[in-house]
């Protein structure tokens, strides 16, 4: 069972589905299905029910995360947890993120080599160490996720031989697409390669190549090269096989060091030991109208440019601030419970979540800056 987020952009859906296709022969033994947790259709339930129905009583499901923050560590867990305590006689084994894997550091080795191959066509032979690499993430309100972006940029910035690295990050933390990449212009690289480590695309993806581009029109002497997101490459393909076969070994256990949800990781403190629980039931296989202004189905981000109510621009921050009680072991095995208690309220209209506050929500560089100029 491959778990992923979903999306209101039908492209980064259709993509999910095709790399889920694409398992499909790695398992000649067991059927494959997959689902989303909220804005697209089949839900993760939907796909366990078709699972059941051919006669599957344990079920090994994975999380289509890149790394492992608050869908990874709460909402895809307390979906199956759900699911198997109201089905009797089916077990679900729950294994880990794609995370910081040689196999995904090669994946992203190959899209930033794209784009330079293609820099290279178009503008002409430049060395690596006169090209400055950004990596932009996700971002997440667990500091451990954000910071696996350093390590995944600082990987391929030793590997390959760039001059200068760094990293932004598209939402919830700092530093911003924006001021990242304003920033990296003023260190004088002649080129910079614009990185988005995502799986898949969507207004996320849009936003960083429109900001790319905004910035670049600033500095018209420079080179900003938009590199690919991963999608289905094939070491991608590869690592998701690898996520099953630790399930089958028990050796599927997450890294739980530096933690939020179980240490008092700095800044985070007061995140320790409340109860784990899915914060997508109310979007959960909603799917919206066609976006007016997105083109065959592939986002153009100009709803971002219009009200908040048009096309798919919601104001769903998927800060996520929980933090677990857990033990010793934390396999993540569903033999385990995850507890902390908060209080929190949903505005159906906006999807807007109310969650345990990320602390530097105000920064200067940080996720309240998109919106102050509005």
Same mark, same amino acid.
């Given at each position: 069972?491959?778990?992923?987020?979903?999306?209101?952009n039908?492209?980064?859906?259709?993509?999910?589905?095709?790399?889920?296709?694409?398992?499909?022969?790695?398992?000649?033994?067991?059927?494959?299905?997959y689902?989303?947790?909220?804005?697209?259709?089949?839900?993760?339930?939907?796909?366990?029910?078709?699972?059941?129905?051919?006669?599957?009583?344990?079920i090994?499901?994975?999380?289509?995360?890149?790394f492992?923050?608050?869908?990874?560590?709460?909402?895809?867990?307390?979906?199956?947890?759900?699911?198997?305590?109201k089905?009797?006689?089916v077990?679900?084994?729950?294994?880990?993120?794609?995370?910081?894997?040689?196999?995904?550091?090669?994946?992203?080795?190959?899209?930033?080599?794209e *784009?330079?191959?293609?820099?290279?066509?178009?503008?002409?032979?430049?060395?690596?160490?006169?090209?400055?690499?950004?990596?932009?993430?996700?971002?997440?309100?667990?500091?451990?996720?954000?910071?696996?972006?350093?390590?995944?940029?600082?990987?391929?910035?030793?590997?390959?031989?760039?001059?200068?690295?760094?990293?932004?990050?598209?939402?919830?933390?700092?530093?911003?697409?924006? @001021?990242?990449?304003?920033?990296?212009?003023?260190?004088?690289?002649?080129?910079?390669?614009?990185?988005?480590?995502?799986?898949?695309?969507?207004?996320?993806v849009?936003?960083?190549y429109?900001?790319?581009?905004?910035?670049?029109?600033?500095?018209?002497?420079?080179?900003?090269?938009?590199?690919?997101?991963?999608?289905?490459?094939?070491?991608?393909?590869?690592t998701?096989?690898?996520?099953?076969?630790?399930?089958?070994?028990?050796?599927?256990?997450?890294?739980?060091?530096?933690?939020?949800?179980? *240490?008092?990781?700095?800044?985070f403190?007061?995140?320790?030991?409340?109860?784990?629980?899915?914060?997508?039931?109310?979007?959960?296989?909603?799917?919206?109208?066609?976006c007016?202004?997105?083109?065959?189905?592939?986002?153009?981000?100009?709803?971002?440019?219009?009200?908040?109510?048009?096309?798919?621009?919601?104001?769903?921050?998927?800060?996520?601030?929980?933090?677990? *009680?857990?033990?010793?072991?934390?396999?993540?095995?569903?033999?385990?419970?995850?507890?902390?208690e908060?209080?929190?309220?949903?505005?159906?209209? *906006?999807?807007?979540?109310?969650?345990?506050?990320?602390?530097?929500?105000?920064? @200067?560089?940080?996720?309240n800056?998109?919106?102050?100029?509005?």
């Open positions: 069972m491959i778990c992923g987020h979903g999306s209101r039908k492209e980064a859906v259709n993509q999910f589905a095709k790399l889920s296709e694409r398992l499909r022969p790695r398992f000649p033994d067991y059927p494959v299905d689902g989303y947790l909220e804005f697209a259709n089949p839900v993760i339930s939907n796909g366990l029910d078709n699972l059941v129905a051919q006669g599957c009583t344990r090994l499901a994975v999380p289509g995360m890149l492992a923050a608050g869908h990874a560590k709460n909402d895809i867990p307390s979906v199956l947890n759900a699911y198997q305590a089905t009797p006689g077990t679900i084994e729950y294994g880990r993120e794609l995370g910081l894997d040689l196999k995904m550091i090669k994946a992203a080795g190959a899209r930033v080599q *784009a330079v191959d293609a820099a290279n066509a178009e503008y002409g032979d430049l060395p690596l160490t006169e090209t400055m690499l950004m990596v932009v993430g996700r971002g997440a309100s667990d500091p451990d996720a954000n910071s696996n972006v350093n390590k995944l940029m600082r990987l391929l910035w030793e590997g390959m031989g760039f001059g200068w690295g760094e990293v932004c990050y598209s939402g919830v933390t700092f530093p911003l697409v924006e @001021p990242g990449l304003e920033h990296a212009a003023k260190l004088g690289y002649k080129r910079i390669i614009v990185f988005p480590y995502f799986l898949f695309t969507g207004i996320l849009r936003r960083i429109n900001f790319t581009d905004e910035v670049a029109a600033r500095h018209p002497d420079m080179q900003f090269v938009k590199a690919g997101y991963l999608n289905d490459q094939d070491y991608v393909i590869e998701f096989e690898d996520r099953v076969q630790e399930i089958l070994e028990g050796t599927n256990n997450m890294n739980c060091q530096l933690c939020k949800y179980r *240490a008092q990781v700095l800044g403190e007061k995140e320790v030991g409340l109860k784990q629980e899915s914060h997508h039931h109310h979007v959960e296989g909603v799917e919206t109208a066609d007016e202004y997105c083109v065959d189905n592939k986002c153009t981000n100009e709803c971002l440019k219009h009200k908040p109510s048009t096309g798919h621009q919601h104001n769903h921050s998927h800060d996520h601030g929980h933090t677990h *009680a857990h033990g010793d072991e934390h396999t993540h095995d569903h033999g385990h419970e995850h507890k902390h908060h209080g929190h309220s949903h505005d159906d209209k *906006a999807h807007d979540h109310h969650h345990h506050p990320y602390p530097h929500a105000d920064h @200067p560089h940080g996720p800056s998109m919106y102050k100029k509005d």
